[in-house]
T-cell receptor, first 117, second 114 residues
Framework: DGGITQSPKYLFRKEGQNVTLSCEQNLNHDAMYWYRQDPGQGLRLIYYSQIVNDFQKGDIAEGYSVSREKKESFPLTVTSAQKNPTAFYLC????????????????FGPGTRLTVT | AQKITQTQPGMFVQEKEAVTLDCTYDTSDPSYGLFWYKQPSSGEMIFLIYQGSYDQQNATEGRYSLNFQKARKSANLVISASQLGDSAMYFCARLIQGAQKLVFGQGTRLTINP
């Protein structure tokens, strides 16, 4: 079945350690996104990529890094520079955005809950 | 500012009743899109319905419909004949054209009582 995989579902790390969250999709989507969700809040965009080997910062990119070496994969690294990394992280993908009013729906993965102590 | 406002932190509704979840947005873009997503306790985001700013009719998808009032900049979600499985967080989101990124509201927690 086509979909988005995020692993692991729960992740625990010590403060000061970098950690990489996995996101894989087999939907043949060009665009991929990373969002962060804090308790009781909506999602905020961290990074997005519309095509392989290209990505842009979202609204809260500080302390995070990404790579897009393959169409199917968009890993997110939470670095030690991220001051408050404990959160729920959601990856999404969509067809490549085109000019014009018709957007493409973003499909979401199941998320990774990161706890840093 | 590209703000999405959901003014109802929590809603409690009896099963089988209809419920309206409010969403207002702020934009000066002539063309935009609005999405509603459902987030159950498991955490995944489930797409429900989409409304384009130039769509002539309000969007409908099964029990979900959108009460889109462009002049008021509101896009309220209406769920008819609510079911226990509708209990979840509901998020309204606006698509930023060009960047194709979503801006989310803070969500409404809907609880359906038997």
């Amino acid at each position: 079945d086509g979909g988005i995989t995020q692993s692991p579902k729960y992740l625990f790390r010590k403060e000061g350690q970098n950690v990489t969250l996995s996101c894989e999709q087999n939907l043949n989507h060009d665009a991929m996104y990373w969002y962060r969700q804090d308790p009781g809040q909506g999602l905020r965009l961290i990074y997005y990529s519309q095509i392989v080997n290209d990505f842009q910062k979202g609204d809260i990119a500080e302390g995070y890094s990404v790579s897009r070496e393959k169409k199917e994969s968009f890993p997110l690294t939470v670095t030690s520079a991220q001051k408050n990394p404990t959160a729920f992280y959601l990856c999404a993908s969509s067809h490549r955005p085109q000019p014009g009013p018709t957007p493409y729906e973003q499909y979401f993965g199941p998320g990774t809950r990161l706890t840093v102590t | 500012a590209q703000k999405i406002t959901q003014t109802q932190p929590g809603m409690f509704v009896q099963e089988k009743e209809a419920v309206t979840l409010d969403c207002t947005y702020d934009t000066s873009d002539p063309s935009y899109g609005l999405f509603w997503y459902k987030q159950p306790s498991s955490g995944e985001m489930i797409f429900l319905i989409y409304q384009g700013s130039y769509d002539q009719q309000n969007a409908t998808e099964g029990r979900y419909s959108l009460n889109f009032q462009k002049a008021r900049k509101s896009a309220n979600l209406v769920i008819s004949a609510s079911q226990l499985g509708d209990s979840a967080m509901y998020f309204c989101a606006r698509l930023i054209q060009g960047a194709q990124k979503l801006v989310f509201g803070q969500g409404t927690r809907l609880t359906i009582n038997p």
